[in-house]
Structures are given as structure tokens and as C-alpha cells.
């Protein structure tokens, strides 16, 4: 049943305009800065190959694609997630789905599970232009799949959010906003730890940052600290929308 209910939100979001939009509008804008940071390592070669120990295509081509990819996903993901539960509460059809004979987590989990396959697939497409370098020299693979799997905690990560923000509200714009905020709150978190000049302050400011377990695995560095703290804060979202749920279902 977990599986029926994703693939029911998954083509949902197929049908839906605004997801094609996303989609298109974000390989676009992704594409020309691949070409633009791809045309700018052909320029520097001459450059490059006087060094001792040059970096290669993954580095100056790839990492920052994905760091680019990470900040528009950040602003794109929440419109992905917005309507998740809020549109079934504000059209009514919540109540429906709360009497349907599935457990709350089964619910969480599949609509989870829907909007992430459709992050998958922008992975994926997204991974196709740094891939496409290999019909023209080596790639560092080992770096270039640390950099995807970093890629996919960290959109899991603000669908989680999302569908949390989503579940308080019966508003999808309340939502997308409310998931934005959120975000972007975890990915500075740690500038006030830096300003304040207080190292233990800063530690723990970026252990809970989102973005700095991401640039480490972009970097092409596995670390299970990173791996573990995304399936955690993911966890945490989730528990917290199956209570959240929970709460609504035995008030009715």
C-alpha cells in the first residue's frame, strides 16, 4: 500500500503543470552554467596543465554544478512539497484518506516516497551533464558518486521538511514559504556561530547546518557523520508529520 499511495503522488506530479515547469526551468538553468563552467575550464587549460598537481573536470566543472543545484533545489523542493497533505486538507479529502485502512506512517511514508522518486529523476537528469564528460576524458568517479548521493540526502532532507510544513497547514503557499524558511535558517544556521567568533558556538552551529555535511560530500569526502546526520534529520521530519497526523486523526 506504501508503494500504491507513491506512485499515486508520483504521477500526480506528472500531471501536474507546474512540476513540468519545474523541471524545465531547472535543467535549463543548470545546463548554462554547466556550459558556462565547462567552457570556462577549456579557456583555463593552458593554465591549468603548468600546475604541479592540476585539478580536473570534476572538480572545476562538476562541484560547482552541484553546489548550484543544491541552493536552486533549496528554492525549488518546496513547491514540489507544498500541497502534499495541505491541499488534501483544504480540499476536504483529507478526512478520506485518515479513514482509509492504512497506518499514519504508511500514509507519511508513501507520499514521502512519491514526491523523492521525482527528485530521483531531476537527479538523474541533472547527472547526465557531468556524465557526458566521459565521451570526452576521464571523470573521477568515486567523487562525482559521493557528490550524487550528497546531492540526494540533501533534497530528501527538504522534502522531509516540506511535507512536515505541509501537514500544519491548509495552505500550499503557507507551506511553500513556511519549508523555505525553514530551509534557509538550516543552511546560515552556522554564519552566527563564525560572527560570534565562539569555537564551540560555531561547532555545534555547523554540525546542525545543512549545508556544510553537503560540501564536505561534495568535495568528493565520505564521512558517516554526514551520512548519518541526513538519515536522521530525515527521520525526525517524518516521525514528526506521522505525529502530527496522528493528533488529527484521533481528534476527529
Request: aromatic content about 10%.
Amino acid at each position: 500500500m506504501v508503494f500504491t499511495l507513491a506512485l499515486r503522488e508520483l504521477r500526480s506530479l506528472f500531471l501536474s503543470p507546474l512540476a513540468w515547469t519545474i523541471l524545465a526551468v531547472t535543467q535549463f538553468i543548470l545546463a548554462y552554467l554547466f556550459l558556462t563552467q565547462l567552457n570556462e575550464y577549456i579557456l583555463l587549460q593552458p593554465q591549468i596543465k603548468m600546475l604541479a598537481n592540476p585539478p580536473g573536470a570534476t572538480q572545476l566543472i562538476v562541484s560547482p554544478l552541484y553546489g548550484s543545484a543544491a541552493f536552486i533545489m533549496m528554492m525549488i523542493v518546496p513547491l514540489l512539497t507544498m500541497r502534499l497533505i495541505s491541499e488534501e486538507r483544504n480540499n476536504k479529502s483529507l478526512s478520506l484518506l485518515l479513514s482509509a485502512p492504512l497506518s499514519m506512517s504508511e500514509i507519511v511514508i508513501g507520499k514521502f516516497l512519491g514526491v523523492t522518486g521525482f527528485l530521483v529523476i531531476m537527479t538523474f537528469l541533472i547527472s547526465l551533464m557531468p556524465l557526458s564528460l566521459l565521451l570526452a576524458g576521464p571523470l573521477d568517479l568515486g567523487h562525482f558518486s559521493i557528490m550524487a548521493l550528497g546531492l540526494l540526502l540533501l533534497l530528501f532532507s527538504f522534502a522531509a521538511v516540506g511535507l512536515y510544513m505541509s501537514s500544519l497547514t491548509t495552505q500550499p503557499i503557507v507551506a511553500a514559504v513556511s519549508t523555505f524558511g525553514v530551509l534557509l535558517l538550516l543552511w546560515i544556521i552556522d554564519w552566527a556561530g563564525n560572527k560570534a567568533g565562539d569555537e564551540n558556538t560555531s561547532a555545534v552551529l555547523s554540525s546542525l547546518s545543512i549545508l556544510r555535511h553537503f560540501e564536505a560530500m561534495s568535495r568528493g569526502i565520505f564521512n558517516s557523520s554526514d551520512f548519518i546526520y541526513y538519515l536522521l534529520f530525515i527521520t525526525t521530519f517524518i516521525v514528526l508529520s506521522i505525529r502530527r497526523l496522528d493528533s488529527e486523526r484521533l481528534a476527529r
